[in-house]
């Protein structure tokens, strides 16, 4: 633990990096043909529609409103992941601080309005805060405001979607980067996926990286059933949402009406599964084609893994991630992990 007096000075103020993506029209929602995606990724949204079952990127749930009902579901009683990781950095920051080290290179990944991040600026003292999200616009108004109460903090904004892997410009120092992935997001990528992005990660790392990760643990069944599908309904608007999204995305004719949310944990495959369930027989169509889909057929909109303390080391390890680090809630609900990579930790070694 450090007290304020032994933290590092940082000196250096610089103006923030913008870098435009193509994406950078994507919230542009004012009806019509939607200007942010690409026509591969329409194609790929029809194609995920005509397999069987169908399915559809969990991405797509977040639209402008799509972005309102998360935010809202995150504070119903029933959906703790929100707040019990919010209470583990609030308890363990200081240990968190130590495991991390002063003056990181905090990799934000999936930044959006960057209050996890700030919550920890006060403890982490990073010297370079990147901010990386898909939504470059939302990212820039956040970064400004940060940018002008943290003023010795270099600030760098990427819009761009890691998921595929994240390109990090020369002036983000190699060394002591922190990769920081809250609020179980890791949870949307399957166990194949979840292991290439990890392992991209700490490709991407240079030398000496960390990360600091929050995951969503497996629990009794009723638990996790009850924060997919809670009692006001506001997973389900967050998931039929997903329609309306596809009908401005695709000029498609989803009636939201013909469908209802469905969430269940599948305890086989460790995994919430969210769908959405056709209510009646219907013809859905979009330019070019269309699909019946028979009465209690399912479009399968997410996966949201859940880890054990086991599962997740083995993720990490297998992903050349050495785990330090893991805190938890008292009911052990949820997760925030740090790990290192692994030559990270033998050179340590050589040096103690
Ligand atoms: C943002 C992917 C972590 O899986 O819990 C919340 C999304 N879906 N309620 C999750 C979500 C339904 C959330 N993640």
């Known amino acids: ?3 304020d007096h032994e933290r ?3 000196s250096i103020h610089s103006p923030l990096v913008r870098q435009h993506s193509a994406d950078d029209c994507a919230n ?3 009806g019509g043909i939607a200007a942010g995606q690409s026509d591969a990724e329409r194609a790929e949204i029809r194609r995920g529609l005509l397999s069987s079952p169908a399915q559809v990127s969990p991405k797509y749930l977040y639209d402008t409103l799509g972005s309102k009902l998360f935010e809202s579901l995150c504070l119903l009683p029933e959906y703790y992941p929100t707040r019990t990781e919010a209470a583990i950095f609030l308890a363990h920051r200081h240990d968190i601080a130590r495991a991390a080290g002063p003056g990181a290179v905090l990799v934000d990944l999936g930044a959006g309005n960057c209050a996890k991040a700030e919550s920890l600026f006060g403890v982490l003292a990073p010297r370079h805060y990147v901010a990386v999200d898909i939504s470059a616009d939302f990212l820039r108004d956040a970064l400004d405001r940060l940018q002008s109460c943290h003023p010795d903090i270099r600030m760098t904004a990427l819009g761009q979607d890691f998921s595929q892997g994240l390109h990090l410009p020369q002036e983000v120092p190699a060394d002591n980067r922190l990769f920081f992935y809250p609020g179980s997001s890791l949870g949307n990528f399957g166990p194949d996926d979840a292991h290439r992005f990890l392992s991209g990660l700490r490709q991407s790392g240079g030398r000496q990286a960390s990360l600091l990760l929050g995951v969503d643990l497996v629990k009794e069944p009723e638990v996790l059933n009850a924060a ?6 506001l997973t389900a608007a967050f998931n039929l949402n997903l329609l309306r999204n596809l009908n401005r995305l695709l000029q498609a004719d989803f009636d939201v009406r013909d469908w209802t949310h469905v969430a269940f944990f599948n305890e086989q495959k460790s995994r919430i599964e969210m769908h959405l369930q056709a ?3 219907v013809l859905v169509r979009w330019p070019g084609s269309s699909r019946r889909f028979a009465e209690g057929e399912r479009i399968h909109t997410e996966s ?7 599962s997740l080391a083995a993720l990490l390890e297998g992903a050349g991630w050495q785990p330090t680090d893991f805190w938890t809630d008292p009911a052990g609900w949820f997760a925030v992990v740090h ?7 033998s050179l340590q070694k050589d040096v103690a």
Do not use: E, F, I, N
């Open 228 to 233: 997919y599908d809670d009692a006001l309904g």
């Open 304 to 310: 949201s893994y859940k880890y054990t303390r086991a």
């Open 8 to 10: 590092k000075p940082m």
């Open 279 to 281: 209510r009646r027989a």
């Open 28 to 30: 542009d929602q004012g």
């Open 1 to 3: 633990m450090w007290a």
């Open 339 to 345: 790990a290192r990579t692994q030559t990270a930790v």
